[in-house]
């Protein structure tokens, strides 16, 4: 998948990042680590919020723990307060590294350090399943990208 920034903003993201082996070996990390990207809409207690969630048990549609929200603009990760994560965490700064490529427009460099984003095979967005190999790729369907026959230039050169 060539990760876009709307797939992480779009509300119902759930995607794998997959770590080489070399780097699992040198720093003691998993070889893997699937998070989910959650849109909350505002109320009156509330504003609207992006959360950041990690697959943290075996359950991989409850088991979710939240541990940062994300600013759906600048793709900046701020960790939440009751999280037992920490800026030198791995998991976090392997993640705000891939936000900050994605947003920064340089998403092949994910790719060529070795590490892959995978998404569930479901729209970002409505959670429908994807079929259309374009929409595959970016993780988000046509009509959530606002695509009639032919996508945006950003995706179709990706």
Known sequence: M??????????????TLAVPSEFVEAHGVKPHYTFRVEHAEANGRW???????????SDNETDYKTFGM??????QLRL???TNLNDESWVVRLLRRVFAN????TPERIE????????????GRCGRKLSV???IDCGLGPECRGWTTKPPKDVATA
């Open 133 to 135: 190999p374009l929409s």
């Open 80 to 82: 939440t307060r009751k």
């Open 102 to 105: 994605v947003y920064a427009g």
């Open 2 to 15: 060539t990760p876009i920034k709307e797939f992480f903003a779009a509300g119902k993201a759930t995607f």
């Open 70 to 75: 994300l600013n759906p603009e600048t793709g």
């Open 47 to 57: 504003p609207e919020n992006w959360f950041v969630k990690l697959l943290s048990g």
């Open 112 to 123: 060529d350090a070795g590490f892959h984003v995978h998404h569930e095979g479901r729209c």
